[in-house]
């Protein structure tokens, strides 16, 4: 049960115990955390549960596969921190990993 | 009537013996027994031979994600709908591309509608509707198709070209030109009219391009975004690439969100005690805007090619056979959607449909039809206690357009 901090793009801050073995987005979902819309549920089809990860979790957070690579791409405001957060599947090493939000999700 | 132009019994009728691409199923509304019947026995069914030639059939929502997502497996080349490009007037937009080509061009466009854009509309999209809707006669019968949601969506569409605004209703022309074709949707336009009416249209937004390069703008309009980024800076010299992403571009942002704004009305005027909860709460519109696209599903399928034999949910599809994934279809499967045939302004999980489609194609504009809706919802809400339909709507022949040439209603002003 990791603690994970999810940060919209207005700075307002919810940590949240998430549950290894789920996805991200899940966890943002099941704790009722704004700013994550998830409209396919988690098929990486929609491209609604964008996230910018800090840096130094990349690599824990795994390669993103080509189809959401190609999801993120269609996003004005890709980074190279972008990630879809139903494709992050939680594990115990992400005790204290902090998420941004972008300022929509489309 | 002659008994060959009726629709079979849906119930008695042998699978191998229904069409499902018939248009008349969407021109009736009766659709929804031939559908629900392959979701239940054949939820990927072949039919070997239709006007459109063979095609499969993929009716389950969580079916339609996994084609719709598989870009490699199921291509969009070169047309995503049901009917064979046309020999003469042949087409290419983004929508029927695959990735990397299609994310080049699409990237090129889609910041128009970013919701940072977005929120600059919003002042002048309410204006617009408030206009529309303070002009509207009370006590009187009237089309709600023409005054209000080809006249809201069209306003749209000029603005996000910058299209001469006294002449915005060529777009909607073009746009309904531009799917009717017979052998394109089972639609009833003339095929020389068509023919004219997108050369037109070429003529047309080839002049624009031209002037407004000339102009140098800076604006964020979609031609201007086209001229500015690399990957399409000389689109116009290809006319087959530039009438086809206009027609792509005109389509998609005028017949999904007009025939949206036409069909919530009509559920809400079938569904009277939804009716009053929004009445009672207009905190419901967002959902109910969610719950209009999913009812709606203003494009009834969309198609792919299948890039190499594959076993798709037990069924041997083979390279370059024909996939229809049939939208309105998925919005209506019992597995993914509680009670799918109702019509209900607070679901809990309204945004989980699949209207905008899955995967790279999704819809692009899909927040500002939302917005759009949104906005004529709180307006009509602000003047009218009803907006009443008192007669049967008359739908339009395609079975890739679901969507209305009449709806006609009265308003009812909340002043009584």
Redesign the interface.
């Given at each position: 049960m990791p603690k994970i901090t999810l940060v919209e793009f207005n700075g307002a801050d919810h940590t949240i115990d998430a549950e290894s073995g789920t996805s991200l987005m899940l966890n943002a979902i099941n704790n009722g955390v704004p700013g994550i819309?998830a409209?396919?549920?988690g098929?990486?089809?929609?491209?609604t549960c964008h996230v910018f990860l800090d840096a130094q979790w990349l690599d824990n957070a795994g390669e993103a596969t080509s189809?959401e690579d190609?999801?993120l791409?269609?996003r004005?405001?890709r980074e190279d921190t972008s990630r879809l957060s139903c494709q992050i599947e939680v594990n115990d090493a992400m005790e204290g990993m902090v998420v941004r939000m972008p300022?929509?999700q489309? | 009537m002659n008994s060959i132009s009726q629709l079979p019994d849906p119930a008695a009728t042998p699978l191998a013996d229904i069409d499902f691409s018939d248009p008349r199923m969407f021109l009736q509304d009766n659709w929804y027994a031939y559908f629900a019947r392959l979701r239940n026995e054949a939820p990927v069914h072949y039919q070997a031979d239709s006007p459109f030639g063979p095609f499969w059939s993929v009716t389950r929502f969580d079916d339609i994600v996994a084609v719709d997502s598989n870009y490699q497996d199921f291509s969009s080349e070169p047309v995503i709908v049901i009917g064979d490009p046309e020999e003469d007037m042949p087409l290419d937009m983004f929508i029927a591309m695959d990735p990397p080509k299609h994310d080049l061009q699409r990237r090129a466009v889609q910041s128009v509608v970013a919701p940072k854009n977005l929120a600059q509309m919003e002042a002048l999209i309410r204006s617009r509707v408030a206009d529309i809707l303070d002009n509207l006669p009370l006590g009187k019968t009237f089309n709600w198709v023409d005054e209000v949601s080809i006249n809201l969506t069209t306003q749209m569409l000029a603005t996000l070209f910058d299209f001469p605004f006294e002449e915005r209703s060529r777009l909607t022309y073009w746009s309904d030109m531009a799917t009717a074709a017979p052998e394109i949707s089972g639609g009833n336009a003339d095929p020389q009219e068509r023919e004219a009416a997108l050369m037109d249209c070429l003529a047309t937004f080839t002049r624009i391009w031209h002037d407004r390069k000339a102009a140098g703008s800076e604006s964020f309009d979609l031609i201007s975004l086209l001229q500015r980024d690399p990957n399409t800076s000389d689109m116009v010299d290809n006319p087959i690439e530039f009438l086809g992403n206009l027609v792509l571009l005109i389509v998609g942002g005028n017949d999904t969100t007009r025939n949206s704004a036409t069909g919530g009305v009509l559920a809400l005027n079938q569904n009277p005690a939804e009716y009053d909860k929004l009445r009672a709460d207009y905190g419901l519109i967002p959902s109910m805007v969610s719950e209009i696209i999913r009812w709606q599903t203003p494009l009834a399928h969309m198609r792919r090619r299948a890039t190499r034999d594959l076993e798709f949910r037990g069924q041997k599809i083979r390279e370059g056979d024909k996939v229809v994934m049939w939208y309105m279809s998925g919005n209506r499967d019992e597995r993914s959607i509680d009670n799918p045939d109702a019509f209900i302004i607070d679901r809990e999980n309204p945004r989980h449909h699949i209207s905008f489609g899955f995967g790279v194609h999704r819809c692009m504009g899909n927040r500002l039809a939302e917005m759009q809706l949104r906005i004529l919802w709180e307006e009509i809400m602000q003047r009218f206690s009803f907006v009443e339909v008192v007669a049967e709507p008359k739908r339009v022949q395609s079975n890739f357009v679901r969507g209305y040439e009449t709806l006609p209603v009265r308003v009812h002003s909340r002043q009584g």
């Open positions: 819309d409209d396919c549920g098929a990486c089809a929609c491209g189809l190609s999801m791409s269609m004005p405001d300022e929509y489309m | -």
